[in-house]
């Protein structure tokens, strides 16, 4: 008993010692002309890889940074953790033997190494088969993280679904999709390969970072375990039938091994009671779900597109200002829905009242229960006359999915007083009696004195100054006609408003994804970056917001006749956002690069 007490505290120390062990995975023998991948791995994330030189073999490529999601399910319970490899890929040009030195990295703070290792280039033609795998001519540790093709995994034990909360939704209403897998054997990891074309939907990922939702069910008299690994809110963009199409991905699962005799030390973790299991690889892919969306009845007056359940608020930070001071005015729209595609409602504010595009403040919550939270609408005032004057009444009108019906909110009017500004800023200010004061008496004394004054028919001609004032004052006049005028037409022109404000909102969205670049706050970044990107878009080719997804982009860009080379640029840039986006674990390098190409892509539209 206390024999196998040691051996087995010899066996967990010995895990411990390789989960923050540098391993190197790497074939033994190559045939010469032939190109092959060296990886070097690491049980958790790592930074500063300094790699071997590969002297006498030509580095193609490398080293590619890539972080994956590990999840393991074992006896029930499941953990998550991620790896990151390190992958150069190399040709063989000449025959030999080549000695390949070490590499390290950082591990929490540690330096972590591996030793170097020998690679043999034969001539084409002399290899055998089995010979070419990786892990030819390494150790045993080294090859034993290959996952096995030799295992055969039954359907019913390991599959993987796609479920969806509704599938007859209204056009714009949220529901939430659900990818699942199903399995009754050990997990030790899986990789998302493919992310679905949601074509005709916008879609928001809604899993929650760090965890895995498992529970067990039963499916046909079977029972299983559960692991949910994503979770999105969709929202249709067109009624119809639409399809969701499958998601694909790979994932390891540990099934039980044949022992093997080498005569090794080895030999003693191939026993059943250390080493029962092998990795083998298995490709999972969902089904396809098929949504028929119904179309909205016929919409009211002040409808925008709100679809969902929701409540509105609007406010002002003061009701009585000078002439000439800001007003700030609020109007905020909470709940759950289509938040992100609400634009902002249609106000009448007073005419003699200067009026600024409005700023949009988000505070979305994603859960797994899908989007909520509020999208405030931020108007800055400024009054140019004293005056009482009111905001008027704001009609909020939204379509409740769960009724099927439209919801009008109102919201009352407020009143605003505006006082006497400083006689020094004001412009446009009309007169007012009490703003007259009279004079002590009707008429003042009238001067006898005739100084200064020059007989009629003396002057010849006016000086100078006389001349220049006049053209002066005629020229402002004509000045002030125009800027007026072109003024006027700019209010109207709502197109050309929001192409001039279409590079000022997208810097200072990219602003504020700058300070979420080096935070760690992914999610942030990312929503930042999207925002950024869309609203550009919109504003620049005066495409509503709602139109805009993943799929119906090249559309609206073809229909306002962008270039091809500067469609294909944007379309470029959106699916590496995109991909960035739900790719687990993304490198700050990575992140950095993201940002230069969006800038990149909104300095050139």
């Known amino acids: 008993m206390k024999k196998a007490l040691i051996s087995l505290l010899f066996f967990t120390l010995s895990l411990a010692a390789v989960a923050q062990e540098l391993t190197v995975r790497a074939p033994g023998r190559v045939e010469q002309g032939r190109r092959f991948e060296v990886r070097f791995e690491v049980n958790s994330r790592a930074d500063d890889f300094r790699g071997p030189s590969f002297k006498g073999l030509s580095v193609l490529s490398g080293p590619n940074v890539s972080h994956q999601t590990n999840m393991s399910i074992m006896n029930g319970q499941m953990s998550r953790s991620v790896s990151t490899g390190f992958t150069y890929i190399i040709q063989a040009d000449v025959e030999g033997t080549f000695n390949i030195g070490g590499a390290s ?23 055998a088969p089995q010979q070419q795998a990786y892990g030819g001519g390494q150790s045993r540790r080294q090859s034993s993280t290959q996952p096995s093709q030799s295992g055969n995994i039954d359907s019913k034990s390991l599959f993987a679904r796609a479920s969806i909360s509704k599938n007859n939704p209204y056009q714009g209403e949220q529901v939430i999709l659900t990818y699942k897998i199903y399995t009754q054997i050990s997990l030790s990891q899986y990789q998302i390969d493919k992310l679905p074309g949601n074509k005709g939907f916008w879609s928001e990922d809604i899993t929650r970072d760090g965890t ?9 008299g079977r029972r299983y375990m559960v692991a949910e690994i994503r979770r999105g809110a969709l929202f249709a963009q067109e009624s119809g039938k639409l399809t969701i199409e499958p998601l694909d991905l790979d994932v390891l699962a540990l099934v039980q091994r044949q022992r093997q005799r080498t005569g090794s030390i080895w030999d003693l973790f191939d026993d059943p009671f ?17 949504v028929r969306v119904k179309p909205l009845p016929q919409a009211p007056e002040h409808f925008n597109g709100a679809v969902g359940s929701f409540s509105v608020k609007g406010e002002t930070d003061t009701r009585q200002v000078r002439a000439n001071e800001a007003i700030t005015y609020r109007l905020t729209v909470s709940g759950s829905g289509n938040l992100m595609l609400i634009d902002a409602p249609q106000i009448d504010f007073p005419k003699v009242f200067e009026v600024y595009d409005p700023q949009i403040n988000d505070n979305i919550n994603r859960s797994t229960n899908g989007i909520s939270g509020s999208r405030t609408f931020e108007w800055i005032l400024i009054p140019r006359n004293q005056g009482d004057y009111e905001i008027p009444e704001v009609s909020f009108v939204f379509f409740d999915p769960n009724t099927g019906r439209y919801v009008t909110k109102r919201l009352p009017a407020i009143p605003l007083h505006i006082d006497k500004g400083d006689p020094k800023s004001m412009k ?11 004079l002590n008496s009707d008429i003042n004394y009238i001067q006898n004195s005739t100084s200064g004054l020059i007989p009629l028919g003396q002057r010849d001609s006016f000086p100078w100054w006389f001349w220049f004032l006049l053209v002066l004052i005629l020229a402002a006049t004509a000045a002030g006609i125009l800027f007026g005028r072109r003024r006027q037409a700019q209010q109207q022109d709502i197109a050309g408003m929001r192409l001039r404000r279409a590079t000022k909102m997208a810097r200072k969205r990219l602003k504020t994804a700058a300070a979420y670049l080096h935070s ?4 942030r970044f990312y929503e930042e970056i999207y925002k950024a990107i869309w609203g550009c878009l ?13 799929d119906t982009v090249r559309d609206c860009l073809a229909e306002k006749q962008v270039p091809e080379e500067q469609q294909q640029r944007i379309l470029q840039t959106l699916q590496k956002v995109d991909f960035a986006r739900f790719a687990p674990g993304d490198a700050a390098s990575r992140k950095q690069e993201i940002f230069d190409e969006a800038l990149q892509m909104i300095v050139m539209i």
Do not use: M, W
């Open 105 to 127: 990295c950082n591990v929490d703070g540690k330096r972590v190494s591996c030793q170097g290792f020998t690679i043999t280039v034969e001539k084409a033609g002399t290899q």
């Open 212 to 220: 895995v939702h498992q529970y067990e069910e039963t499916v046909d």
């Open 274 to 290: 250390f080493n029962p299991t092998q990795a083998v690889e298995k490709h999972l892919r969902t089904n396809s779900i098929n």
């Open 428 to 438: 446009n200010v009309t007169s007012n009696k009490s703003d007259v004061k009279l």
């Open 520 to 523: 760690g706050d992914d999610n």
């Open 538 to 550: 919109a504003d620049k080719y005066n495409i509503q917001l709602s139109r805009l997804s993943s």
